[in-house]
């Protein structure tokens, strides 16, 4: 049974760090690109941060130089470090394989105050 479990978010001040995780089961993070995404309520999802296979990562523009992505194939996780955070990061944050393909997990909710 495939599932993805999110975790490490919270209610954070504006320019704050937080670190999000993404723990794998029954499925394998190694040879997939993988993707952190994040929604609003009326919102669609957003792609946020990919790491491919090989370990290249691209950012949307308005995370760019303040989100990192990174996996650790050994824990089947996949991380996300955001720094200056801000309120326009306040979402549900959620991994998938890029493009996406498992059944999505509950997320982890990020609220940034101003």
């Known amino acids: 049974q495939v599932q993805l479990v999110e975790s490490g978010g919270g209610l954070v001040q504006a320019g704050r760090s937080l670190v999000l995780s993404c723990a794998a089961s029954g499925i394998t993070f190694n040879g997939n690109s993988i993707g952190w995404y994040r929604q609003v309520p009326g919102k669609q999802r957003e792609l946020v941060a990919v790491?491919?296979?090989?370990?290249?990562?691209d950012y949307a523009d308005s995370v760019k130089g303040r989100f990192t992505i990174s996996r650790d194939t050994a824990k089947n996780t996949a991380y996300l470090h955001i720094n200056n955070l801000k309120p326009e990061d306040t979402a549900v944050y959620y991994c998938?394989?890029?493009?996406?393909?498992?059944?999505w997990g509950q997320g982890t909710q990020v609220t940034v105050s101003s």
């Open positions: 998938n394989a890029n493009p996406s393909k498992w059944d």
């Open positions: 790491i491919s296979s090989f370990g290249r990562t």
